[in-house]
């Protein structure tokens, strides 16, 4: 099947017809572009299940705060689409702000208090954007499937708990997060690293595999071992956020050590706030 880049919605929806005329099988994968690996391997596991993969490329202003790198996020159309049709998409949608949030929009998804702890906490409003967006976009492609990868885990937490609460009669996949070979999650934003920033980026993997293991086998405390992984974290120059053992799925705080669980993290080396989990299942 030949790429359509549909960059309104009016072309996506008369592409959508045709694939529901032809009965086909719809799967979306949402991204902000600047695809790598892990979104390519996005594409693929909705491809498995699907006979149309829809990739949606738009860096939402609504899910950046006034402070954050919205102006800088890197945007490369023309590699976006060459990766996107050489992993199996079928269409690409690449709204302007425009076409996706008219002059007099006004309603915004509350995703209440899960989109206030962890990182909510240190990007107010991060998460009501994301859940806007991918709500308007999941609106206007309906499809049968859609998928999100862990290594936004909360925002997977988000979007699953959104789509339950609002009938959204699509299934949500999780895909286990791609990393570089030495363990660094892949992201867009890893280019914002320096070659220096980059050689110390994997530890925070490292780290959060080290102290999932003490919790998880050695059973220490967890608010001890929360602490301790700041300050190891701190000392070889990461700049922490937060470091949280939580309840998968509910991203309740855990006391007591209790599976499944999830060890998250997010801290900054310089400019670059870097974010990563790992399971304890
Ligand atoms: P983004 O373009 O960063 O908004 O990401 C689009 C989608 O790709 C989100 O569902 C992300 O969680 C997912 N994603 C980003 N990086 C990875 C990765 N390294 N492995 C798996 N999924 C990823």
């Not at 099947?1 to 719809?26: F, P, W, Y």
């Not at 660094?184 to 925070?204: D, M």
């Amino acid at each position: 099947m030949q790429l359509t880049v549909a960059q309104d919605v009016t072309t996506l929806q008369s592409t959508l017809a045709a694939l529901a005329r032809e009965g086909k099988r719809i799967g979306l994968v949402p991204t902000m572009g600047a695809l790598h690996a892990g979104h390519v391997a996005l594409i693929g596991t909705v491809k498995q299940r699907c006979d149309a993969v829809i990739v949606s490329i738009f860096v939402n202003p609504k899910q950046f705060g006034p402070n954050e790198d919205f102006a800088k996020y890197p945007r490369m159309l023309e590699a976006d689409l060459k990766l996107a049709e050489a992993g199996g998409a079928s269409v690409v949608y690449t709204p302007t702000v425009e076409d996706m949030y008219t002059p007099d929009f006004a309603t915004q998804v509350a995703t209440g208090d899960i989109g206030k702890i962890l990182c909510g906490a240190f990007r107010p409003g991060h998460f009501d954007g994301v859940a806007t967006v991918v709500a308007k976009l999941l609106l206007r492609v309906l499809p049968h499937v859609a998928v999100f990868g862990e290594k936004d885990y909360q925002q997977l937490c988000v979007i699953s708990r959104m789509v339950l609460d609002l009938d959204m009669p699509i299934e949500i996949i999780g895909m286990p997060t791609l990393r570089e070979q030495d363990g660094l999650a892949l992201s867009s934003r890893n280019a914002y690293l320096t070659p220096e920033q980059r050689k110390l980026a994997p530890a925070l993997y490292q780290i959060l595999l080290q102290t999932a293991k003490r919790i998880a086998e050695e059973g220490i405390e967890i608010a001890s071992a929360q602490k301790d992984t700041v300050r190891l974290l701190t000392d070889l120059g990461f700049k922490v956020d937060y470091v949280e053992l939580r309840e998968s799925f509910t991203l309740k705080p855990l006391t007591d050590y209790k599976r499944p669980a999830r060890l998250l993290a997010a801290a900054w080396l310089g400019q670059t706030r870097l974010i990563d989990n790992v399971p304890l299942e």
